[in-house]
């Protein structure tokens, strides 16, 4: 009975029908998706320990943030922009640092009023004056100049009309229109970038642009920007992709924290509040601040389930296993999975055993760098003929056994988490119990969050004599 799990995302509503599963339990999720949806995110960025100048300017204006939108009292520290910018107008990471044309730019949009803008500007003319720049740079230096208000709105359209453009840099001229109020010009390019370079698999939509998935993030965040600013329906999506994601090489606090300036003022204040009826269960619930309240719910229960008195906006999240055919299943090239069956003592692969074996089950999954989702869950289900070994190192009389630990084992069904950083075989045991020819349900490597991220190996037989 091979399955998947499945998961659905909602606004709650007096009369909304919520879909689950039809033999088995749906877990409901419902979240604060009031200004308290980006509370976390503000409260780490006042944790951006270090003395480089993203990390120094992010706890001031969290911290100032915080105390405007969410009544709290966070000490502010203090920041002075002089000790960044340079003799040359730019800013640097460090103060004994050189000074860096992207990480000026970003700064220049976000905090502006912290810097010398005149010195600014003029670092920024200097790269279109400079016979030597590069495209690249002069594109960054007119999203530059556009973030602090010079007039240089010509000078693009110009540029779009004679120069061969990038994907990569129209991010940037689309976000330099929409500032200098060509938004619809800036319109014209996000859709173009989300058309032929979004990804979407709930509940992110990424931008595949560049190599590696620092590149990915650099490209989403700045989409997310944008998409916030032209008000389009990613931009949500775009901001949760970036949010969930450790950078390895770049900094994105800057970007980040220039999301959330222009955002969290728009969203509704104050915590949300809901009251449900569903089965024998009924509560009145309030969440704030990034919470979260989970209840599990039968097929029938949750076909009869009522919610009244929906104050704020009420997130949800329904996710729930369902049963599946494999052949019609997507599968995403980014993961994979394999499995070999050995009997203990051979050292051989087979699919053939006897009375009395015990098989070793080893399974090999690949997460690319690139993938999706941090984490994935890895589920093999054993032929009927099989019975796993649940505790190997104490039932298992001879050898020695590399087991790994499941983190599930329902019956026939085993499950193993994963990450990108780990790559070592997945192994574990299993004696015979019947004899006869069983089929082989295809193994799976299934994204955590993502759920649309997923792979699977092909079915099979196995005999036991």
């Known amino acids: 009975h091979w399955e998947k799990e499945t998961a659905n995302y909602y606004t709650l509503e007096p009369n909304l029908e919520l879909e ?6 749906t877990t409901l999720v419902f979240m604060d998706k009031n200004r308290g949806y980006y509370y976390r995110d503000l409260n780490r960025l006042t944790y951006a320990w270090g003395e480089r100048v993203d990390q120094v300017y992010a706890k001031k204006m969290a911290a100032l ?32 640092a050189s000074s860096e044309l992207a990480l000026t730019v970003h700064l220049a949009g976000l905090a ?45 359209l110009n ?38 370079y979004g990804e979407a698999l709930d509940p992110y939509v990424r931008i595949v642009l560049g190599q590696d998935e620092d590149d990915y993030l650099t490209y989403t965040v700045l989409m997310a920007m944008l998409a916030n600013r032209l008000d389009m329906n990613e931009e949500e999506q775009l901001f949760n992709y970036v949010r969930e994601k450790a950078t390895n090489y770049i900094l994105l606090n800057v970007q980040k924290l220039t999301y959330l300036q222009e955002e969290v003022p728009t969203i509704q204040p104050g915590a949300v509040s809901f009251d449900y009826q569903i089965g024998n269960q009924s509560e009145s619930v309030t969440l704030e601040k990034y919470q979260r309240h989970t209840i599990s719910v039968s097929p029938e229960d949750l076909a009869d389930a009522r919610f009244s008195n929906i104050t704020g906006t009420v997130g949800v999240l329904s996710y729930y296993t369902v049963p599946a055919n494999p052949n019609t299943v997507a599968v995403d090239s980014q993961v994979g999975v394999s499995r070999i069956y ?5 050292n051989s692969n087979t699919n053939t055993f006897n009375e009395g074996d015990i098989v070793k089950v080893t399974m090999s999954s690949t997460i690319n760098a690139n993938a999706i989702d941090n984490a994935y869950k890895v589920t093999d289900y054993l032929p009927s003929g099989l019975a796993v070994v649940s505790q190997p190192y104490k039932r298992l009389q001879h050898g020695e ?28 045991y299993a004696r015979v119990k019947n004899q006869g020819t069983f089929n082989v349900e295809p193994a799976m490597i299934q994204g955590f969050r993502v759920k649309d991220s997923i792979n699977l190996t092909s079915s099979g037989q196995v005999e036991i004599q």
Do not use: C, H, M
Request: aromatic share 14%; net charge negative.
């Open 159 to 196: 540029l779009i009309e004679d120069q061969e453009i990038t994907p990569e840099l129209k991010v940037y001229l689309a976000l330099a229109l929409e500032r200098l109020g060509a938004g619809e010009y800036g319109r014209a390019f996000y859709l173009e970038l989300i058309k032929n």
């Open 401 to 428: 056994y590399d087991a790994t630990w499941p983190y599930l084992i329902d019956g026939q069904k085993i499950s193993f988490s994963r990450s990108k950083s780990w790559d070592k075989p997945i192994i574990y």
């Open 65 to 96: 943030l915080l105390n405007e939108y969410f009544e709290e009292e966070r000490q502010v520290p203090e920041f002075d922009g002089g000790l960044y910018q340079l003799d040359d107008g730019g800013i640097a990471l460090l103060p004994y």
């Open 112 to 156: 502006a009023a912290e810097f010398d803008q005149t010195a600014l500007a003029s670092y920024f003319y200097n790269y279109l004056e400079n016979e030597n720049s590069s495209i690249e740079e002069i594109v960054l230096a007119l999203y530059g100049l556009a973030n602090i208000d010079e007039p240089v709105l010509n000078i693009i």
């Open 342 to 346: 050995e009997v203990v003592g051979a």
């Open 20 to 25: 689950g599963a039809a033999d088995r339990q």
